[in-house]
């Protein structure tokens, strides 16, 4: 079992609907960062986040330690969110991240 | 202020060969992270440094796989002998300091061996 587990795997959403990646962990963490990855291939960090909520623009990212869970959370959604998005966790010990698999999101107008 | 500056953007070698890429960080940052991108898989950590030093390299194959952060210019991710297996995309990142910080991503070494 991977220690970062994200779902859905694929996405597709109509333009304007409310959007919801999730990600599982099982392992303690000191931070969880979602990424996002686009079709040319760059990464940008969206999150980084070790309590509670944070919120940019249009996206929502919220996390429960004790269920060790996460959820990204994109409103009235756009084609220009068509993406992969990431779930990484930095573990407590140590510096390096573990990735999950990614959702790809599409978004149709 | 630029951003984390990766070169080259492609890069195709024989089998045999060596491969270079190289890591610029954001001005200021003293650490660098490199991970690996495999077709169709996910990112998976490579190797941590700080300027002149190697943090966690558990990520690295033992073999052929080399990183360094000198004291002055880029860090580089060399590959020697390469093998079709490491066909993938290479990506940087750094961060100020070692704690919790936000990483800021380069946009990729893509690494194609023929």
């Known amino acids: 079992k991977n220690e970062v587990e994200q779902s859905p795997q694929n996405l597709t959403a109509q333009e304007g609907e409310f959007i919801t990646i999730n990600c599982s962990y099982s392992v303690g963490i000191s931070a969880l960062h979602w990424l996002q990855q686009h079709p040319g291939g760059g990464i940008v960090s969206l999150f980084m986040?070790?309590?509670g909520k944070k919120k940019h623009g249009r996206l929502i990212a919220t996390i429960n330690i004790q269920e060790k869970h996460s959820s990204l959370h994109i409103t009235a959604s756009h084609p220009r969110d068509s993406a992969v998005y990431i779930c990484a966790v930095r573990q407590a010990a140590g510096n390096k991240l573990t990735f999950g698999g990614g959702t790809r999101v599409l978004v149709k107008p | 202020n630029a951003g984390v500056m990766q070169n080259p953007r492609h890069l195709v070698r024989r089998r045999g060969q060596e491969a270079r890429l190289r890591c610029s960080p954001m001005k200021g940052h003293s650490h660098v992270y490199w991970y690996r991108q495999l077709p169709e898989e996910g990112l998976k950590f490579m190797v941590y440094?700080?300027?002149?030093?190697?943090?966690?390299e558990s990520g690295m194959p033992k073999e052929r796989f080399s990183a360094e952060f000198p004291k002055e210019g880029p860090s580089i991710l060399r590959i020697q002998q390469v093998v079709r297996g490491d066909s993938a995309a290479y990506f940087c990142a750094s961060s100020l300091t070692d704690t919790n910080e936000k990483l800021f991503f380069g946009s990729g070494t893509q690494l194609s061996v023929l």
């Open positions: 986040l070790s309590s």
């Open positions: 440094l700080q300027k002149e030093n190697i943090i966690d």
